[in-house]
């Protein structure tokens, strides 16, 4: 595969990785990741979290009355490559209603991905509110 297309493959999993989550979609989102998955992220509390369990209770949690629209953005990706290694750092936007009103929350993320037997599998991502 060429580097180009290598970038777009990632950019495109990571919208992917992102609308999984965003819709609760424990099946998609267990696709994209390996299992062990690693992370530091602010609902870890600082600590590292390592394989899945940790991310299915989000996923699990009952949704209350009739689901709000929530729309991730990635700004301004920067994609690296390495072999079979690629890195990908952006801010990602969250657009969604809160109280009737739009509201817009930015966080920092970086975020591995693997190549394994030609399929890309997203392995560590270390998530930070944007100051």
Known sequence: MSLETD???VLELTQKLLVAITAGDWDTYTEICDESLTCFEP???GNLVDGLEFHQFYFNVPSSGTPTPVQSTIVAPHIRIMGDV??????????????????SSAMEETRVW??????????????????
Do not use: C, M, N
């Open 86 to 103: 690629a890195i990908i750092a952006y801010v990602r936007l969250t657009q969604r209603i809160h109280e009737g009103k739009p509201i």
């Open 114 to 131: 693997h190549r394994k037997q030609g399929k890309w599998k997203h392995i560590h991502f270390h998530r930070s509110p944007a100051r």
């Open 43 to 45: 609902e870890a509390l």
């Open 7 to 9: 970038r777009d493959a």
